[in-house]
């Protein structure tokens, strides 16, 4: 079974708060301009950044599993905010990267 492959990306003049995951095909290359919208998903909350973020990669704070990144660490005492901005930095730092889709794309 082939695992699906997602890419991270940014356009800040179509989404300027947002990040694009695209669905990567067989050949490493994606779209994020494309019109068909199975192959994208715009992520435009801020909210939705640390989830995002994890799945490329990134951990909230402590690591000690009190957060998920939408809500302040009871063991370190990290903000949310700052959280949330720590995960936008981290997706910011990973712009292109290629992983495998937890499901973004399943049907």
């Known amino acids: 079974m082939i695992t699906q492959r997602i890419a991270l990306e940014r356009d800040s003049k179509y989404a300027p708060c947002g990040y694009i995951v695209c669905l990567v095909d067989d050949d490493g290359h994606w779209d994020m301009y494309s019109d068909d919208t199975s192959k994208t998903i715009l992520v435009d909350s801020d909210w939705g950044f640390p989830g995002l973020a994890s799945t490329f ?3 909230p704070c402590c690591g000690a599993g009190q957060t998920d990144g939408t809500v ?3 063991s370190c005492g990290a903000k949310t ?3 949330i901005s720590s995960a ?3 997706l910011d730092d990973h712009l292109g ?3 495998e889709d937890p499901g973004y794309f399943s049907s």
């Open 72 to 74: 302040d660490c009871l």
């Open 57 to 59: 990669g990134w951990s």
């Open 88 to 90: 936008a930095d981290f």
């Open 97 to 99: 990267t290629i992983v």
């Open 81 to 83: 905010g700052d959280l």
